[in-house]
């Protein structure tokens, strides 16, 4: 279908988001260079990839629609990594009759998009959950009697948790991380630095958290207190020795030890045997959750960044017992599969030693280390 105008339309991150979600026709033109596509992309049930260079060469010939597929589904949405070269290439397009639309901001645009849904309440607390589609890194909020804390925040969205305790009318407190991260940088500290108490399970302090004195610990069984909510402290270990989740009500928010469509991977502490935190983790799914009931609902700290669903994204557990072929293996079989994984998330040296404070950065040099799939799942089953 033609486009009416020499210009192409735009489209925004969040609509896009919901585009994809509720599966909505389009081709995702991506003309960035192939070195930044293999890095991170948006996934996409139809996907094309055309170098920029290529449209200014068809430009001049007049070739610009021969660039793209014969099946092609319009409306086309390009995309490059700031907005700028692929509202050059969509208007291009809807000059050759395509109906186009550029995505406003581009990958860097989309890296800063921010999901928030409520995963569960009752009369006095409310749980919410963060997503970040770019990378399917999860976060959450547990709001109670004028309090707020949040677990596992990302420094980039660190001004997004001020301004939505401004919002819902309550004061952020605490600020917790469930682990030493290896995917993104911890939003810990620039919490701490407005006034939220920072907290830490006490075995990822011992990982070798240089500023431990700065951090509030917790172990099994210890309860933090929100308002009127308590976060009771459960030790997961596994992925990695700290690794701890937080039961609220009837949510667990298990961080990086179980998923909805797997389990953590081992192998990302450099001190650890993955051999022997896979069997630690092992476990932490057979004999720690076991404890608790199959109607809890689970909240991982990850998804799977190529499924773009309507949130929040959370399962029961008994669901998880009885959908994930995992549960049903021995601890050797079970060991054997979790370890092998493939490539770390990108640049996880560095961010376990930011978030361990060992080495600073600033915001854009955070923005930037975690760009792309956080690669934290052993993977599915």
């Not at 069984?221 to 990695?240: F, I, K, N, Q, S």
């Not at 004999?287 to 799977?304: K, N, Q, S, W």
């Amino acid at each position: 279908m033609a486009a009416d105008t020499d210009r192409a339309g735009h489209v925004t991150p969040a609509e896009l988001r919901r585009r994809l979600a509720d599966g909505d026709p389009m081709i995702l033109l991506d003309v960035r260079d192939r070195t930044e596509i293999e890095r991170w992309r948006i996934e996409a049930p139809s996907y094309h990839h055309v170098p920029y260079m290529k449209f200014v060469a068809a430009g001049v010939t007049g070739d610009v629609a021969d660039l793209l597929p014969d099946d092609l589904h319009e409306p086309v949405v390009v995309v490059c990594p700031r907005g700028e070269a692929s509202a050059e290439v969509a208007d291009q397009l809807v000059a050759a009759g395509v109906d186009a639309e550029n995505l406003d901001g581009g990958m860097e645009a989309w890296a800063r998009l921010y999901d928030r849904a409520v995963v569960w309440e009752d009369d006095t607390t409310t749980v919410y959950q963060y997503h970040r589609p770019a990378s399917g890194c999860l976060g959450y909020a547990v709001v109670s009697d004028g309090e707020m804390g949040v677990v596992d925040p990302l420094r980039t969205f660190a001004d997004r948790y001020r301004t939505d305790a401004k919002e819902l009318g309550v004061t952020l407190t605490h600020a917790v991380d469930t682990h030493v991260h290896a995917d993104h940088v911890s939003g810990v500290r620039a919490l701490a630095a407005t006034g939220a108490t920072p907290v830490l399970p006490e075995r990822a302090v011992e990982r070798g958290v240089v500023d431990a004195d700065a951090f509030e610990t917790v172990a099994e069984g210890d309860e933090l207190v929100v308002g009127t909510a308590t976060l009771r402290t459960v030790a997961l270990p596994g992925h990695t020795t700290g690794m701890t989740g937080f039961a609220v009500g009837d949510a667990l928010l298990t961080g990086d030890s179980l998923f909805l469509d797997g389990v953590a991977r081992p192998d990302l502490q450099e001190d650890a045997d993955p051999a022997a935190q896979a069997r630690a983790l092992y476990a932490t799914l057979t004999e720690r959750l076991d404890r608790f009931p199959g109607d809890t609902l689970v909240a991982p700290a990850h998804i799977d960044a190529g499924v773009q669903e309507l949130f929040p994204r959370v399962a029961r557990l008994g669901d998880l017992r009885e959908r994930l072929p995992i549960f049903g293996l021995d601890e050797a079989t079970f060991a054997e599969r979790v370890t092998q994984v493939g490539a770390e998330p990108a640049n996880a040296h560095r961010i376990v030693a930011i978030n361990c404070g060992r080495e600073a950065v600033d915001d854009e040099t955070a923005f930037e280390l975690e760009l792309g799939p956080n690669n934290c799942a052993a993977g599915s089953g």
